[in-house]
Structure formats: C-alpha cells, structure tokens
C-alpha cells in the first residue's frame, strides 16, 4: 500500500513568463517614478510667514470679545496648530433679505450678531499647489476653517490669504 505523492515543482508557460516580467516592469516603474516626484516636489519648495483672514459669521453681540491679538489657535478636527491671532475686526452682521414689493434683495443689518474678521499668521510652506501651514493644515481661500482658541469656538470661511517673504 504505497501512496503515490509526487513533489511539488513550478512549471511556467510562456504566458507566465510574459505576465511576470511585465508586473516586474511596472512595479520598477512605479518605484521609480515615486523616486524622481520625491526629489523634484522637494525642490520647489518656499516658505516664509502667511497672514489669512477668517470670517465668524453672525457671532452674538459682544462674544468677540473673546478674541485677543496673541491667541493660539487650532484646528477643532484634527489639532493643528494654525497659527496666532494678529488682529480682531469688528462689523455689524449684515443679511440679505428679499423685499417683496420689488422682488429685490436688500443688505440689513442683522441685530443682535456681528461679523469678525479675524487675521492670523502663521509660518508656512508653498510647493506651488497649495499652502501648507507651520502645523500641517493646507489652506485655501473659500475654505471653511474650524477653529477653537483659548476660551471660544468658531468656523468661518477663509476670506483673503497674504503671502510673506519667502525663504
């Protein structure tokens, strides 16, 4: 009673050979490729100080207050640091309301709330895509930043970015 096992061997067709060298091709490739995006992406680097303006929309009368020139500020989603407070601006909230009469829409001061526009600078990095701050939160105008500070909450949209020297 003898069991007949045979040995396990590879046996490659020309059809394996061909799939095996061109996955072995194009995953040089890709090494390769990653290489040379590292080497040039690094490269064009800048960096200097950025000042950006964020909006508080419709905060409650007197909560601005709140906000003082030296303030550390962070992002309340994933705890980057993105930058300090260089100056608080103040204005009445404005809303736009439809007038029935003449079916336009009319700006009014919206009372009780104002609108805080806050300035912030920070340290940067451009790789001519995008502006990466000091902590590691990338920025652009129109985007919507949620930020906490010492004592107060907020989110607003990004309403102007400054440029500083470059480095």
């Known amino acids: 009673m003898e069991q007949n096992t045979t040995k396990f061997r590879l046996r490659f067709n020309l059809f394996d050979i061909i799939v095996l060298v061109i996955a072995l091709v194009a995953g040089i490739g890709i ?34 207050q709140l906000i003082q ?10 705890n980057y640091k993105i930058g300090e407070v260089v100056s608080v601006e103040v204005k ?46 990338d920025i652009l105008v129109g985007q919507t930043c949620y930020v906490r500070g010492p004592g107060y909450m907020g989110s607003g949209p990004v309403v102007n970015i400054e440029r500083g020297e470059a480095q």
């Not at 550390?72 to 989603?77: C, Y």
């Not at 009319?106 to 701050?133: H, M, P, Q, R, W």
């Open 92 to 137: 009445p909230a404005e809303v736009e309301i439809l007038n029935q009469e003449t079916q336009t829409y009319e700006t009014t001061i919206f009372e009780g709330y104002e609108d805080v526009y806050v300035t912030v600078s920070c340290a940067y990095t451009d790789n001519g895509e995008k502006i990466l701050l000091d902590g590691g939160y």
């Open 31 to 64: 090494l390769l490729l990653g290489i040379r995006s590292q080497s040039t992406t690094g490269g064009g680097r800048t960096g200097g100080q950025v000042e950006y303006t964020i909006l508080f929309q419709k905060m409650s009368a007197g909560n601005s």
């Open 69 to 78: 020139a030296g303030d550390q500020l962070q992002d309340t989603v994933k």
